[in-house]
């Protein structure tokens, strides 16, 4: 099995790829140039890339354009992921207008409050629907995957009830453990816990 | 040295004792009840406490009050913590929007932009200051840490620039790496990372 810290750096190398093939006239890359341009190691790109199987030819380097396609493929960012988002308050709105998502395929399709003062408004060209319309738009549009951006009380609950209308993936942005089905994927995003690890360090080195 | 995955998870103990001395009439807990909340398991907490200190006793458990009071002395969320935000566009509105921040001592004073159509709006109660400000108001106000919230191409540029009026940290959320001298500390938020490896185990299920 691969390991999760592989899984992460593919999204890393393949932005890097986008950005030189986009911005660079640069057809061949090394694992060494590639990994200098993120500060990983050239051996553990190589190493990364070897789950996957053969790419590029020993001492000559990786073709950008065909690189990032293979691992486009294998991220499964060339295909269209439609998506709900459920919670339209201020980070959700943020998620939302966000025009980087399109790039690796991340399509919110709907939005979701229970605040009857959000409902009915629009967000970027999407209406913010009612929660009572939940099961329908996930059964009609067959959605896999859900973003949640409410707050951590209601959290648990509304994600037991997507769960049950077929939700296979979820996005949470609430700080709380959630507790789900073992076929079911989360990504907690706790922003929380990168913020106070700054000020961790600087209290630290103001103390010292 | 502290491993920074026992720094990282230093700020869940401490969410999830406030949620404790907040909500429950719980005045003793162990370590086992401790992780169980979090998914960690109790050795590992025992573990990472022992790194600053001795905490509890053996047998009995921690005392609620007594354990988050202490970790957020370790954190520093105990003290106040200004800072200044640069890139008032959806992602910037949120964060300052943001009411969990000030539980761990973040306040954001002031909020920069080189749009003139942003300049001088307010965001939340705050003013969009022009970035010809920037070195003023970090002088003026002593300010160690920076919020990222502009496009990745002028974000080093930015740092450049805020590294020199005497920034100390930086919270980044544009998705490129920055460089920066050995002493500034820089935290990225790379959002797309974990929405891409979500995408990746659907895309797998899916194949397979
Ligand atoms: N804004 C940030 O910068 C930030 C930072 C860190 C974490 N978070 C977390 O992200 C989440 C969203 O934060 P925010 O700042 O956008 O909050 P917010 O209060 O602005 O938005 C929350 C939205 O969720 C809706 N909501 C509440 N209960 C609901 C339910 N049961 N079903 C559907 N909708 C419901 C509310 O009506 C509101 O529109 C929170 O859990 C917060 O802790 C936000
Ligand atoms: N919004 C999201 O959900 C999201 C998700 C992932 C990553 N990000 C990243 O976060 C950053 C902000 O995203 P956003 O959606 O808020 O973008 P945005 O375009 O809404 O906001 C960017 C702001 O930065 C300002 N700006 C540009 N150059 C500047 C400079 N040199 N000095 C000062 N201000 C400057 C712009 O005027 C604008 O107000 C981007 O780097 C983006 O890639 C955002």
New interface residues.
């Given amino acids: 099995s691969i390991p ?1 810290a592989t ?2 750096r ?3 190398y ?2 890097c790829l986008d950005k030189m093939a986009t911005f660079e006239e640069t057809e061949v890359v090394s694992s060494k140039n590639l990994g200098g ?3 990983i190691p050239s051996t553990q790109v190589r190493k990364d890339l070897s789950y996957y199987g053969e790419f590029g030819r020993r001492g000559v380097g990786y073709n950008v354009k065909d690189l990032k396609k293979s691992i486009g493929k ?4 060339d ?1 269209k ?1 439609p998506a709900i988002l459920i919670g339209a308050g ?2 959700g ?2 998620l939302i ?2 025009t ?2 399109s790039k ?3 399509e919110i399709s709907d939005i979701f409050d229970n605040d009857l003062n959000k409902i009915g408004n629009r967000v970027g060209s999407i209406q913010v629907k009612s929660v009572n319309k939940l099961e329908e738009t996930i059964n009609e549009k067959d959605i ?2 859900a973003i949640i951006t409410v707050p951590s009380d209601p959290a648990q609950e509304v994600v037991d009830e997507i769960i049950e209308y077929g939700i ?4 949470n942005f609430s ?1 709380t ?1 959630l507790y789900v089905p073992d076929d079911i ?1 989360v ?1 907690n ?18 103390q010292n």
């Fill in positions: 999760s899984i992460e593919l999204p890393l393949y932005r341009r993120l500060g294998i991220l499964g960012v295909k992921w201020n980070l709105r943020a207008n966000y980087g998502f690796i395929g991340l896999n995957l296979k993936a979820i996005w700080p453990r994927f990504r995003e706790d922003l929380a816990v990168g913020i106070v690890s700054l000020i961790y360090h600087l209290s630290w080195k103001i």
